[in-house]
């Protein structure tokens, strides 16, 4: 008997858990404030685009941010002011809960390759 499509396989489980992880690091990054710092600031972007798979022309074109400003975020050689960066963490929760929601929702990449 197959195992129901809703299963979701270990390396889906071990992704929803390193996301969860993130999500709430910036939360609580956030809440106290240590994301007013550049390289804190920095960190959570290159995690958001590089671990989790967010695009930084996504955010440049989803928030009306221009694509160099992200650049120089990313590289820690600026720091967006305070509203803009509550916009662009908005965003990168937004979206990383939207893929946490995605996977829980569908059955497993895993599974349905089986």
């Given at each position: 008997?197959?195992?129901?499509?809703?299963?979701?396989?270990?390396?889906?489980?071990w992704y929803l858990d390193g996301l969860a992880g993130f999500i709430n690091a910036i939360?609580?990054?956030?809440?106290?404030?240590?994301?007013?710092?550049?390289?804190?600031?920095?960190?959570?972007?290159?995690?958001?685009?590089s671990k989790f798979g967010l695009a930084a022309s996504e955010l440049a074109e989803d928030?009306?941010?221009?694509?160099?400003?992200?650049?120089?975020?990313?590289?820690?050689?600026?720091?967006?002011?305070?509203?803009?960066?509550?916009?662009?963490?908005?965003?990168?929760?937004?979206?990383?809960?939207?893929?946490?929601?995605?996977?829980?929702?569908?059955?497993?990449?895993?599974?349905?390759?089986?």
């Amino acid at each position: 008997m197959a195992a129901p499509q809703t299963k979701i396989d270990n390396m889906d489980r071990w992704y929803l858990d390193g996301l969860a992880g993130f999500i709430n690091a910036i939360e609580l990054a956030d809440k106290n404030n240590q994301l007013d710092d550049l390289k804190n600031f920095a960190e959570v972007l290159n995690w958001s685009f590089s671990k989790f798979g967010l695009a930084a022309s996504e955010l440049a074109e989803d928030e009306k941010i221009s694509k160099a400003a992200i650049s120089k975020w990313v590289n820690g050689h600026a720091l967006p002011s305070a509203p803009t960066r509550k916009t662009v963490i908005n965003w990168i929760k937004g979206k990383l809960q939207e893929q946490r929601d995605g996977l829980t929702a569908t059955p497993s990449r895993m599974s349905q390759m089986n």
